[in-house]
Each structure stands twice: as C-alpha cells, then as structure tokens.
C-alpha cells in the first residue's frame, strides 16, 4: 500500500510488534524509529496521512533520520478498531535536501489528499468536485444519504436493504483471506445485508421497475460474499495474466483472490474490495473482474469513494440500472476511460 510516496510498512496489532514473526524487520545499519540509538531529526511533531482500514486522514507521530544520502521518514500511530489496538507505521525515503528545498519538501508531504486518483472517470464532467464535497462525510452517513435519495426518487421500486450482521460473522470473511478488515465494509455490512434479493427477481420478473444500490443492481448479502470468499480462497495460489487498468494497481491474483466481492451479475462478473493490491495500488480499492477478460480496472480508491461515484451518477446524471436496461443517456460502463 502507498500514499503519496508513503509505504505502509506495518499495520497490525499493536501487540505483535515486537514479534518475531510480525515484528518489522529492518536491515541492522537502517535507523529503526523503535531503538534509542539513533537521532530523530524531524522539525515538526506530527503529519496526517490516511489510516489503512478507514480511508480518512489520520495524526502521525513523524520521525526522520539521516541515513547515508536520504533521509528516512517513519510516520507512526497507534490506532483502536474494533477493540483492538493497532500500530501503524509508514514509511518514505527522499534524497537528502538542504535549506528551503527540504522545508518545501516537508510541506508537500504534509498535504494528503483523497481525490479521486485512477482517471477512469475524468471525462465525467463534475465528478470531481462532487467527491470533493463528500470528503469528509462518514462512510455510513453518506451511505444513509445515498440510500434516502434513492427512496425519495424511486419510492416502492427501490428494493429494501436487508438487516445487518453481527461483527465476528462479518470478520471471518476478512479471516478467510488472512487480512485485515476494511472499516468502511465492516460498517456497512453492520448496518444492513445487501439488498432483498428476492424482491428484486419478483420486480424484474413481473416486468417492473426495480432499483438497487451498486449502479442500480443489488449489493451481495453476506452469506453470497462468504460463500465466494472460501471458493477463492481454495483458488488462492492461481495466477492468471492480467491488465490492471490503471498499470500497476492490480496484482495477477486468479479472479477473487484476496478480493471480497460486492456484486455480481450472475454471469460470473463481480466488482469487489482488493485486499493485495500492487505496488501502486491501496488496500480497499474497488476492482471490476471480468471473467471473460484480463483487464482488471479499477474503480475508486475505497469503498466511500466508491458509493460516492454511484451517487454522482444517479444524482447528477440520472443514470441508473432499472431492472430492465439504463436511464440517463448511456450506461455507466460508457463514461469509463480504459487508458490513462
């Protein structure tokens, strides 16, 4: 995982940092930010970067240190999820600068942003500042706010969400993958089980209207998720050949490996939460996967960023499966930009 030239060196629970098996491991001549013996030369206390499961800025500890020509940034916290404390740990190495150079160097890397970053979107006019407006909003309160617009606009048609999960039985699906949950999903999931699926099949059925929370379609229930994620997991070590889309951002991992899906249309095609992105990628992004096709292309950066763009698109533009085909001028398939 990476941010803004950031590498998440460690995220887990604060208990096993010192492990031998978990512990961080660093080369014995690199200043390590948890021995006394080396000098921590930083000029500011604190740095916000984002926090690995949230997605939301998060206050660092900042510690930097002369090694050889660079110098070697850690931003370190300590962070309670789901009653539990975590450390988190990041990492950054720059040549090493003198006088104003390195003083703007440190005001640049003190400005994280979470703006949409792939492109796959940037022909859509006002996509862009309609995130920028949703930055900061709660995940479940934009999602409440998602889910009210629609009922307000399509009344009885909207099929209902269904009540949500109890925690553990949300996190084995993150056990089953050997990975840390993503809050957003946890929260989510808590809050309610997807959409009524059974409702939806008897709108469409009787040829009326139906709409639903992932483009139109519904959001998987956590029984469907589950039942994916132990088929993948028994597929874990496949790989396949594959375009990420944007290059970089997703690994050769065999279809839902290490993925937890959110929808389906059936026909084996998913969009789903990655848990090992590439080395430009983020822990959480939202990955379209094609079984007919070795283009992985990625969607948003989080979960929250993803429900935004659904809004952007239903609010702003209209567009929105119906159980029968689209409204507004084309699908949202047609306003993705497949190069960079």
């Known amino acids: ?21 978990y512990g961080i491991k660093l ?6 930010p948890f021995q006394s013996k080396y000098e921590n030369i930083a000029q500011t206390e604190e740095i916000e970067l984002i926090h690995p499961m949230t997605k939301q800025p998060h206050s660092f500890q900042l510690h930097e240190y002369a090694n050889g ?11 309670m999820e789901n009653g539990l404390n975590y450390q988190c740990v990041w990492q950054k190495a720059e040549p090493l600068e003198s006088g104003n150079a390195q003083n703007e160097s440190k005001e640049t890397n003190s400005l994280i942003k979470l703006d949409h970053r792939y492109g796959v979107y940037h022909s859509v006019p006002g996509m862009k500042e309609f995130l920028a407006r949703y930055q900061a909003m709660p995940f479940l309160e934009l999602w409440q706010e998602y889910h009210e617009y629609l009922k307000a606009k399509f009344g009885e048609a909207v099929v209902p969400l ?3 999960n109890a925690s553990d039985d949300i996190d084995a699906v993150f056990h089953l993958c050997e990975a840390e949950p993503v809050g957003d999903f946890v929260s989510l999931y808590r ?13 469409v059925e009787a040829g009326h209207p139906a709409y639903a929370h992932i483009t139109g379609y519904p959001l998987m229930n956590l029984r469907e998720i589950r039942l994916e994620a132990e088929e993948a997991a028994r597929e874990a070590v496949s790989r396949e050949e594959v375009q990420s889309i944007p290059e970089g951002f ?3 991992n065999f279809m839902l490996a290490q993925k937890i899906p959110i929808y389906h249309d059936g026909g084996g095609n998913f969009i789903a ?3 090992d992105p590439d080395t430009k990628g983020y822990y959480g992004q939202i990955v379209e996967v094609d079984h007919e096709y070795e283009d992985r ?8 960023e993803y429900v935004a763009i659904l809004y952007y698109f239903v609010k702003e533009l209209g567009v929105i499966y119906n159980g029968e085909g689209f409204e507004g001028e084309k699908p949202i398939s047609a306003y993705i930009v497949r190069s960079e």
């Open 273 to 275: 939460i990655d848990l």
């Open 250 to 252: 997703v690994k050769d």
């Open 191 to 203: 809050y309610c089980d997807g959409n009524d699926l059974d409702m939806w099949m008897e709108l």
């Open 162 to 164: 269904l009540p949500g």
């Open 69 to 79: 020509n660079e110098i070697l940034r850690y931003a370190i916290a300590e962070m």
């Open 297 to 304: 292309l990625v969607l948003a950066d989080s979960l929250k």
């Open 1 to 21: 995982m990476y941010e803004n030239g950031w590498n998440l060196l460690y995220f887990k629970e604060a208990a096993l940092l010192f492990s031998d098996h």
């Open 27 to 32: 080369d014995t001549d690199v200043p390590n």
